[in-house]
């Protein structure tokens, strides 16, 4: 069974950095077909796709975060990991984690999320 | 502002039809496999069509899509109240080696 989890604070204050863990099980990071992908849903508003990371350790940013994103990932631990620099309360939502089935470039195995606030 | 382009609200009567509509560009719908995922706030989206128009296992045939060159819409037949949830479509963009979401479509069974 493929299941994936985030993990991270539920809180930090702005300027922080945020660092989210997404530890996967069921399948291999070094496997060419699936990636893992993270998308925040800020509230009430639309899902955001933030970053990707391939077997390959290929990786690729939203182009508006792009400066403040970093993904890796650890394959013996089954982890990726993502941090967020120079927090604001406008990065409060919840963070998911997702399987990437590279061939279909579909989102079919999804974190049940972690939610993060921002605030002093 | 979100990439793909979806009308914010849809609602319909138990047993109705009701369609979704998502709009991009040559980047990514143009180019790429449609998906489209149903979410419940609280829960993990959950991916209801794959590869355009595929159902993966578990997902009623109520629920069906199609594309035709930058658009993609998604039907919902045989309205249930445990439909009312929102609607992303999503597509990769070949210039961000990612994928790009529409703005969400909420549902509102009558």
């Known amino acids: 069974q493929v299941t994936l989890k985030e993990s991270g604070p539920v809180l930090v204050k702005p300027t922080e950095t945020l660092t989210l863990t997404c530890t996967v099980s069921?399948?291999?990071?070094?496997?060419?077909?699936?990636?893992v992908t993270w998308i925040r849903r800020p509230p009430g508003k639309a899902l955001e796709w933030l970053a990707h990371?391939?077997?390959?350790?290929?990786?690729s940013y939203s182009t508006s975060l792009k400066s403040r994103l970093t993904i890796s990932k650890d394959t013996s631990r089954s982890q990726v990991v993502l941090t967020l620099t120079d927090m604001d309360p406008v990065d409060t939502g919840t963070y998911y984690c997702a399987r990437v089935r590279m061939g279909f470039r579909d989102m079919d195995v999804w974190g049940p999320g972690t939610t993060v606030a921002v605030a002093s | 502002q979100s990439v793909l382009t979806q009308t914010p609200s849809a609602s319909g009567t138990p047993g109705q039809r009701v369609t979704i509509s998502c709009s991009g560009s040559t980047s990514n719908i143009g180019r790429n496999f449609v998906s489209w995922y149903q979410y419940l706030p609280g829960t993990a989206p959950q991916l209801l069509i794959s590869r355009n128009s595929h159902r993966p296992s578990g997902i009623p045939d109520r629920f069906s899509a199609s594309t035709s060159g930058t658009s993609a819409s998604l039907a919902i037949s045989g309205l249930r109240s445990e439909d009312e949830a929102e609607y992303y479509c999503a597509a990769w963009d070949d210039s961000l080696s990612g994928p790009v979401f529409g703005g969400g479509t909420k549902l509102t069974v009558l």
């Open positions: 990371i391939l077997s390959s350790d290929a990786k």
């Open positions: 069921g399948f291999s990071l070094s496997d060419s077909r699936v990636g």
